[in-house]
């Protein structure tokens, strides 16, 4: 059907040990995605999840992403203490029951970690849209959703006398994404929208220097210790805003000069909206987010550990491990 299916999970573990249990599934807006090919053909991403048909086993839809607690688990932190993290699987509401399967790449090879069955008309499962009423805009459309890929803007940090701001942060970093290839080229493609969301105050936490602000999407600094990497472990909330407008892709700019941002494939998106450096900001973490682009540089500080030798070719498509 042309709506969203949100099912929502909690992710917890170690660096050795996960478990992962349901939340709640809920509509999550209009389907923006394809009506059809609706297998992904990919193999990318570190996790992947299966919608099969619970009578025929039919493979009706899948997708590869990563996740922040797939991050979680390759830091030091995650050796000595579990860590919980909220998570969501979107995809076309589904008219007969399904099963779904949450997949990790696991030595090179899939393996199955978790399954649950959704039945829609279940009063377990919540048919209601997001009660929110933020105001939508288009900074560029192209066509109907499901013919486009789908790119939402949302604001954390904007107090409502910011907003000004985020609207011209909005622009300026969509026009330095479709500045450069293969973007430039594929501009009609893509449609773009942006939503309002209102902070009481402005500004997002800063924990190294104990500057802390409740903003409405909970993003903040020092992500894993590290000074420059933003995200947000408040997923539902993110996804319910996100949840006014379709989409495909998810990005937020923050109400920050400091330089930092982050990329999570099929994820996340998160850029400082006004540091110089924020176009190039932009273009990388949505590199991570659509493309799967692993990182090549070896100039700045990684929360991951990487002391074992690699004996498995990653899947990103731009790293290798091979030396010819």
Request: with cysteine.
């Amino acid at each position: 059907l042309p709506k969203t299916m949100r099912v929502d999970y909690f992710h917890s573990g170690t660096a050795t040990e996960q478990h992962v249990a349901l939340d709640s599934v809920v509509a999550d807006g209009p389907w923006a995605g394809p009506r059809r090919q609706l297998v992904d053909q990919l193999d990318l991403g570190e996790y992947s999840f299966q919608v099969r048909d619970r009578e025929t086993d039919q493979l009706l839809y899948s997708r590869g992403f990563c996740s922040v607690f797939g991050e979680w688990q390759t830091i030091a932190e995650a050796k000595q203490r579990w860590g919980t993290f909220h998570e969501s699987l979107r995809f076309p509401w589904p008219k007969e029951p399904v099963k779904v399967v949450l997949r990790q790449r696991i030595t090179g090879e899939w393996q199955e970690i978790w399954t649950t069955m959704v039945e829609p008309q279940s009063r377990f499962v919540t048919d209601a849209e997001t009660q929110r009423r933020d105001h939508v805009w288009e900074v560029f459309t192209h066509g109907k959703p499901s013919e486009k890929v789908d790119i939402v803007l949302l604001g954390d940090g904007f107090a409502k006398e910011d907003m000004p701001s985020f609207h011209q942060a909005a622009k300026k970093l969509t026009a330095a994404l479709f500045s450069v290839e293969p973007f430039k080229s594929r501009r009609t493609d893509f449609n773009v929208r942006a939503i309002d969301v209102v902070a009481a105050e402005s500004g997002v936490s800063q924990p190294r220097s104990k500057d802390f602000r409740r903003s409405p999407l909970s993003c903040q600094y020092n992500t894993f210790d590290l000074p420059r990497y933003v995200l947000t472990f408040n997923n539902k909330t993110v996804r319910d805003v996100a949840a006014q407008a379709p989409y495909d892709c998810l990005v937020i700019l923050l109400n920050d000069p400091t330089y930092g941002g982050g990329g999570i494939y099929n994820d996340q998106t998160i850029v400082a909206a006004h540091n110089r450096l924020s176009d190039y900001v932009m273009i990388h973490e949505f590199g991570h987010h659509m493309g799967a682009l692993g990182d090549e540089y070896y100039s700045s500080n990684v929360a991951y550990e990487t002391g074992k030798p690699i004996t498995i070719e990653p899947w990103e498509p731009n790293v290798t491990a091979l030396l010819e």
